[in-house]
Structures are given as structure tokens and as C-alpha cells.
């Protein structure tokens, strides 16, 4: 962009920064998830897989609320689901904390600290940036608040551990869940809807359901949604499960404080790189590019000896892959269809992406107690890696044809 279209264009910094520290909130507790395993489990007795499940069932409501929440965002206001949020969050927390039964667990936890990820997620958030900012600014604009939401990961791993070594598991988790109340106040300056901001009147006009018919007839946004399936399965698997993978290796629990910190932070560098690369280059070769290395670094971890230096290292590398998946594949969605549906359709990409994070989860804590190794659940990641890269390669980066007659404003 030059710089008198900067000018005549700046940047909404109000709703971008409150979005961030949104994304900072929301994304925060449920990546330190894992830190709450093994001292949860030591106190109530219960096995991997009931905590995994939890874990799968808050990853499958994530995706099941968030074409939901993004539509209701879409139509109703994106403050007042993102205000949603921090409530359902903090019920969650308080429901996880009391660790009455594996009921408890499984809905506090699992259901709803899942829906308010889905109301408070990446999707809804950047939906709102996209509305109000140029086309020319949306892929920068979507790396900002990716990388909040990886911000909020490098904090709140050692906020975590910090705070369940000084007072608890149990008490940590209240303690979390008064921070989420402070989502509502904050989301205050991202209210518009659908039809309000400054890219809203150039927008197709369509029904929520010819949205719907026209994406999935549409083989690109299909390749899509396939493809963002793996990054759900790396991603959460990761999250739950490499705390308990460092010590059933012999590695001192701080360097799992260490890694998902490390991982926290270059995810703040790679979400932000992202969001520049996927302005000036292939948004769908940039993310096969991405899959292949995740699958590199994730054979070279487990076949090289391991050691905290290997696990600083791979978590490194991983930090930079994390979420440098989301700025392209937001962006590709709206060049598609254009922002009008946009929550609901990077929504139902992000359905994909959750049916993704069950799997890798559940199955991480499944096979774990049947064959007493992780491994076969690292090696299905890499496999399904390559598969990502594949599919992403002919996907298609314009907007979806549509017919002259139809583009008219009703």
C-alpha cells in the first residue's frame, strides 16, 4: 500500500489491540491445559484418558460452537459473543476446579470452557479486523491478533505452573477464571456485525445458507477445510500431551515449562512473519511449505537423541509453525467469499481444525494407556503432515466466480 493510502486508510488500532487481549485471554488457559494433568490426576486418581477425553471433548466443542458463534457474531454483534466468551469461560474454570467428578471435568473443562473458546476464537476476532480493515492490510492485521493468541500462550505457561506450585491446581483454575471476566469488558469496541465497518458495503449480499451452498461447492475452500484437520491434530496433541511426554522420557519437568514457553513466544515471531509472508506471496504454497516442516522437525525430534537441548530446540522450531497456519488460511477464506460470512465460514474451516484437535488429543491419551508409548501418535502427525502439504498445493487464491446478475445488491 503507498503511503497516501496508508493515510487515507490507517489501521483501527482500537479494535486491534482490544481483539489481541482478547485472544491474549481466550487462548491462553486452554494451551497451559496440560501443565493441570499429572497434579490433577495425582489428586483425584483418575488415568490419562479421562483427562484426554476432557481435552477432546473441549477441542470438539470448540469446533462444533465456532461456525455457530461466528455466524451469531456475523448477524448479532461481534462484542456481544466475544462478552459470551469470558462467562462461559469462567463457569468452565470454577465447574474444572472443584474436581467433584469426571462429570465435572468432562463439562467444565471440556464443554463449556470449549464453547467459549468457539465464542472468543480466532475466527470471530479476526472476522471483526477483516470488516474494518483494507484488503491490503487483512493478512498483517490477522498475523497481530494470531499472534496475541500466541502471546497468550507464552504467558500463561508459567503463569500457570507458577501458580499450581504456589497454591494448587484447584485454586490456579479460579484464579484463571476471574481473569476471563475481563473478556466482556474488553470487548466492548468490537460490537459491529456483518454490516458495519469500513469493507461492509462492498460485500456480496447473500443468505447465510446460499453462503453455506456456495462454499461447499467450491473445491479450493474444500481443500481448506481438509488440510486445517492436520494442524488441529499436531497442534493439540502437542498441547495436552508433551508435558507428560517430557517425563515419561526422563526430562526434568521445568524444561516442559520451558518448551511450551519457548513455543509461546516464537509463535508470537511466526504468526507475525506469517501475516507478512502471506501478503507479498502464495498464501496456499506458504502453507504446504509449513506442513512439510512441521513434519521434518517432528521425525528429527524423535529420531535424534533427546535432551533438554533437543527439546528447547523442537520447540523452537515448532513455536515458529504453531499458529503461522492461521493469518494464511483466514486470509484465503476471505478472498473466496469476502468478509460478509466470513465468522461463519473460517468457522467451519475451524471445525475441521477441532475435529482435528479431538482426535490428536483423545488418541494421544488412548493409545497411550494401550501400548504405553506416545509414539505412534507422533508418527501419525508426520504422515498426516505430508498430507496437509499436499492437498494445500493446488488450492486456488482468488474469489469464487459468481455469476454478473447475482453480484447485484438485493
Not at 500500500?1 to 481483539?19: E, S, V, Y
Not at 487483512?138 to 496475541?148: E, K, L, N, V
Amino acid at each position: 500500500m503507498t503511503q497516501a493510502a496508508a493515510t487515507r486508510n490507517p489501521m483501527p488500532w482500537l479494535i486491534i489491540i482490544a481483539g489481541s487481549l482478547i485472544a491474549v485471554l481466550t487462548f491462553g488457559p486452554r494451551s497451559a491445559m496440560g501443565f493441570f494433568q499429572l497434579p490433577m490426576l495425582a489428586d483425584t486418581g483418575w488415568d490419562r484418558s479421562t483427562f484426554g477425553l476432557a481435552m477432546a471433548i473441549q477441542n470438539l466443542s470448540w469446533g462444533l460452537g465456532q461456525p455457530i458463534f461466528g455466524a451469531l457474531a456475523d448477524k448479532y454483534g461481534t462484542g456481544r459473543m466475544l462478552a459470551l466468551s469470558g462467562l462461559l469461560y469462567a463457569a468452565g474454570l470454577i465447574l474444572m476446579s472443584t474436581g467433584a467428578s469426571v462429570t465435572a471435568l468432562h463439562v467444565g473443562g471440556g464443554v463449556l470452557v470449549g464453547l467459549a473458546v468457539a465464542a472468543g476464537s480466532f475466527g470471530v476476532i479476526l472476522s471483526a479486523f477483516a470488516r474494518n480493515v483494507t484488503p491490503e492490510q487483512r493478512s498483517f492485521a490477522f498475523g497481530i491478533g494470531t499472534a496475541a493468541g500466541s502471546a497468550g500462550m507464552f504467558l500463561f505457561a508459567p503463569l500457570s505452573q507458577g501458580l499450581i506450585s504456589a497454591y494448587g491446581w484447584s485454586d490456579s483454575l479460579v484464579i484463571m477464571a476471574v481473569l476471563m471476566l475481563i473478556v466482556p469488558l474488553l470487548a466492548y469496541p468490537l460490537r459491529g456485525n456483518a454490516s458495519s465497518g469500513t469493507q461492509s458495503q462492498a460485500e456480496f449480499k447473500q443468505t447465510v445458507g446460499e453462503a453455506l451452498r456456495e462454499a461447499f461447492a467450491h473445491r479450493s475452500y474444500l481443500l481448506l477445510v481438509s488440510g486445517f484437520f492436520v494442524c488441529g491434530f499436531q497442534v493439540a496433541f502437542i498441547t495436552a500431551h508433551f508435558p507428560a511426554y517430557l517425563g515419561d522420557i526422563g526430562i526434568e519437568a521445568s524444561y516442559a515449562v520451558i518448551a511450551m514457553a519457548l513455543i509461546g513466544f516464537f509463535n508470537i515471531i511466526g504468526s507475525l512473519a506469517a501475516g507478512v509472508i502471506g501478503q507479498r506471496y502464495s498464501k496456499p504454497y506458504f502453507l504446504a511449505y509449513i506442513y512439510i516442516a512441521r513434519s521434518i522437525a517432528v521425525t528429527a525430534f524423535l529420531l535424534l537423541p533427546q535432551s533438554p537441548l533437543s527439546v528447547i530446540v523442537f520447540a523452537i522450531v515448532m513455536g515458529l509453525l504453531w499458529l503461522s497456519t492461521v493469518p494464511p488460511t483466514n486470509a484465503l477464506v476471505a478472498i473466496m467469499f469476502g468478509t460478509r460470512h466470513l465468522g461463519m465460514l473460517g468457522g467451519v474451516v475451524f471445525l475441521s481444525h477441532q475435529v482435528g484437535s479431538f482426535l490428536g488429543v483423545w488418541m494421544g491419551g488412548f493409545l497411550y494407556d494401550r501400548f504405553g508409548s506416545y509414539d505412534p501418535v507422533w508418527w501419525l502427525g508426520v504422515a498426516l503432515g505430508i498430507f496437509a502439504a499436499i492437498v494445500h498445493w493446488p488450492i486456488r487464491e482468488k474469489p469464487v466466480e459468481r455469476p454478473l446478475v447475482a453480484a447485484q445488491p438485493a
